[in-house]
Structure formats: structure tokens, C-alpha cells
């Protein structure tokens, strides 16, 4: 069983940077795909930016330039550095990972963008 603990959400002004880590603990033999999701209220949940076990990164156009995602497979976390910061940025984000062939969630972190 593997549970995945996300921080770094806050509040943070329009420009704003902010940093979110989630790290994955428990009882499993490897970690594939890692992927950061987020839920604005009263819209669908949507990807942000995934990796690869590789380091092979994809991003949603929204945050392409922006966004940054990363990993440290030694230490099972996957990282988000979120630069440039704007209000449309503002919702839970989760981090998603492919454990063992199975996907896990985490429990969701909020991230406010507002002056």
C-alpha cells in the first residue's frame, strides 16, 4: 500500500512562484509515471504536467513556460515549481503516481493565486 503526502500549496500573490512536493511512503517496488492534476471549483480535475520514470515531461498549454515538473526517484518525491503565477491558477492540486501498475492519489494541496 503506498500513500503520497503533497506541500507547498499557500497563498501566493499574482507573479508569485510556489513549490509543491508530494512523497510517496509505504510498501511497493517501483514508481513509473508521476503527474501533477488539478480541480478549480466547479470544474473537472485536469493534468497538469506528468513524468516519466526517464524525466520525460509533458504539460498542459496553460502552463507551458511556467510550470516545471521534476523527480528524485531515490527519494520517491516528484516536485512542481510554478512560476508566474496567475488568479486561473488557483485550485487543489494533486499529485497522481503509477505504483507497481497501479495509479494513487494524493489528498490534495490548495494553491491560491490572489492580491
Known amino acids: 500500500q503506498v500513500q503520497l503526502v503533497e506541500s507547498g500549496g499557500g497563498l501566493v500573490q499574482p507573479g508569485g512562484s510556489l513549490g509543491l512536493s508530494c512523497a510517496a511512503s509505504?510498501?511497493?517496488?517501483?514508481?513509473?509515471?508521476m503527474a501533477w492534476y488539478r480541480q478549480a471549483p466547479g470544474k473537472q480535475r485536469e493534468l497538469v504536467a506528468s513524468?516519466?520514470?526517464?524525466?520525460?515531461?509533458n504539460y498542459a498549454d496553460s502552463v507551458k513556460g511556467r510550470f516545471t515538473i521534476s523527480r528524485a526517484n531515490v527519494k520517491n518525491t516528484v516536485y512542481l515549481q510554478m512560476n508566474s503565477l496567475n488568479p486561473e491558477d488557483t485550485a487543489v492540486y494533486y499529485c497522481n503516481a503509477d505504483v507497481d501498475g497501479l495509479g494513487s492519489w494524493g489528498q490534495g494541496t490548495q494553491v491560491t493565486v490572489s492580491s
Open positions: 509505504g510498501s511497493f517496488s517501483r514508481i513509473y509515471n
Open positions: 513524468i516519466t520514470r526517464g524525466s520525460s515531461t
